[in-house]
């Protein structure tokens, strides 16, 4: 018998919690999948650990977003009885772990701006959110670190690693428009001191980035146009097949406890 899937009442509040603890939990997912199968011991713990920072993160704001919308729904509900087009992460995260290179360079690109965002939300007049992002920024530059001096082993190691560090920049490079964009709602929350304006934060993103690709011996893409979509729930068809996986055991045995 399936699972009917939940409604939300999207309030700005709401959906800004949403967006951002989808980010988290999908990229939390996708990194879960390295478990047993990193390049190396050490690496498949810290992908392990860093997911776990993820899945954190998403739970403190699926709690919070179901606390502001004051309705039946907790942070079980909103992570696994949604529907696809309801989830509103970004693009970049839900994009396929493909090789080694592929996955650090999402996770650079993502943590980059992560850690940027979350120093940014510690001045935040919602205090819950501040709460937060004091604990998320902490988690962030670690990733950032991890990622960064992987993309420099990578770039400026051998002909293969490069060749493989480059075309993961070139292929996810269209992908990072997204996370700079900002709609009605979220202008409000904007004006409100509530949330952060990330279109300021983008020239220092930028300055990260290419300082690392730099030194990687890496380049990046001249290509202006980017993807959009999922901030929408417009998604590419990857994350359908992730969700039918993260939410296989809740769907199957609904309400199911330890």
Known sequence: MATANIEVSETPLVLYALRRADDALILGHRLSEWCGHAPMLEEDMALSNI????????????????????????????????????????LLVEQPNGDFAQTLVRQF?????????????????????????????????????HASEWL??????TDESHARAQAAIDHLWA?????????????????????????????????????????????????DWMQQGGRAGRHSEHLGHLLSELQSIQRTFPGLTW
Request: proline share 2%.
């Open 109 to 145: 690109f993502y943590s980059a701006f992560a850690d940027l965002y979350w120093r940014a939300m510690m001045t935040s007049r919602d205090t819950t959110l501040a709460a937060i992002a004091a604990k998320s920024e902490k988690e962030s530059a670690y990733h950032l670190r």
């Open 152 to 157: 420099i082993r990578l770039g400026d190691g």
């Open 175 to 223: 992908f990072t428009g997204e996370m700079f964009a900002v709609d009605d709602g979220a202008r409000g929350l904007i004006h409100a001191g509530i949330a952060v304006d990330p279109g300021p934060l983008r020239g220092r993103w930028l300055q990260t980035i290419t300082d690392v690709v730099s030194e990687a011996t890496l380049v990046l893409p001249q290509n």
């Open 51 to 90: 997911a776990l920072d993820l899945i954190g993160q998403a739970r403190e704001l699926y709690s919070y977003a179901a606390k502001a919308e004051g309705g039946d729904n907790d942070e079980d509900k909103l992570a696994y009885l949604r529907d696809v087009r309801q989830y509103r992460n970004l």
